[in-house]
T-cell receptor, first 113, second 118 residues
Framework: AQSVTQLGSHVSVSEGALVLLRCNYSSSVPPYLFWYVQYPNQGLQLLLKYTTGATLVKGINGFEAEFKKSETSFHLTKPSAHMSDAAEYFCAVSMEYGNKLVFGAGTILRVKS | GAGVSQSPSNKVTEKGKDVELRCDPISGHTALYWYRQRLGQGLEFLIYFQGNSAPDKSGLPSDRFSAERTGESVSTLTIQRTQQEDSAVYLC????????????????FGPGTRLLVL
């Protein structure tokens, strides 16, 4: 069965610092990979996704992620954190017919001023 | 509507009662998904509808859970004889699923229904 591991349930960075949220998946074949963000009291919003092609994927709000097959990773980065980035971030994978997503447990990002 | 809508937004019920949750997908989306998010955990897949195909019920945790969808419209998730462990946020998502199997299609999520079983 597929699984997704997000290292660190909470990550704290200073405003302007690099954001790095880690995601590793277990799969014997390349999956489809997603990052979603959930702001307080709001629904999930897609940040970016990898399906095929270029392994460096750019998303909204300055976020990007790189699919590394050899490391089974899809880490999310942003060069400079903003206060508005404070939210919970979920990594998800899909490789089965029907696209049902398997989610990681989530990482809460805190941005300090 | 512009996005996926769900109702009610909050539901408090007593243990043993039945509850019904509703999801209105984005118009034109053929695929609809239900997920559950327990406190402090990631989302768990519950059930998937794709057009007129038989639904994928592999994520339903027990036979107390069931869901229906008529065509490509509204879906209802029913939980019978609710238990305290059913307390969670129930999220609905929909996608276009133009691609074969729907892999890689973006799922658009509703705001969820927060269920509390006392």
């Amino acid at each position: 069965a597929q699984s997704v591991t997000q290292l660190g349930s909470h990550v704290s960075v200073s405003e302007g610092a690099l954001v790095l949220l880690r995601c590793n998946y277990s799969s014997s074949v390349p999956p489809y990979l997603f990052w979603y963000v959930q702001y307080p009291n709001q629904g999930l919003q897609l940040l970016l996704k990898y399906t095929t092609g270029a392994t460096l994927v750019k998303g909204i709000n300055g976020f990007e992620a790189e699919f590394k097959k050899s490391e089974t990773s899809f880490h999310l980065t942003k060069p400079s954190a903003h206060m508005s980035d404070a939210a919970e971030y979920f990594c998800a994978v899909s490789m089965e017919y029907g696209n049902k997503l398997v989610f990681g447990a989530g990482t809460i990002l805190r941005v300090k001023s | 509507g512009a996005g996926v809508s769900q109702s009610p937004s909050n539901k408090v019920t007593e243990k043993g009662k039945d509850v019904e949750l509703r999801c209105d997908p984005i118009s034109g989306h053929t695929a609809l998904y239900w997920y559950r998010q327990r406190l402090g955990q990631g989302l768990e897949f519950l059930i998937y509808f794709q057009g007129n195909s038989a639904p994928d019920k592999s994520g339903l945790p027990s036979d107390r859970f069931s869901a229906e969808r008529t065509g490509e419209s509204v879906s209802t998730l029913t939980i019978q004889r609710t238990q305290q462990e059913d307390s969670a946020v129930y999220l609905c998502a929909s996608s276009l699923s133009r691609l074969a199997g729907g892999q890689g299609e973006t799922q658009y999520f509703g705001p969820g229904t927060r269920l509390l079983v006392l």
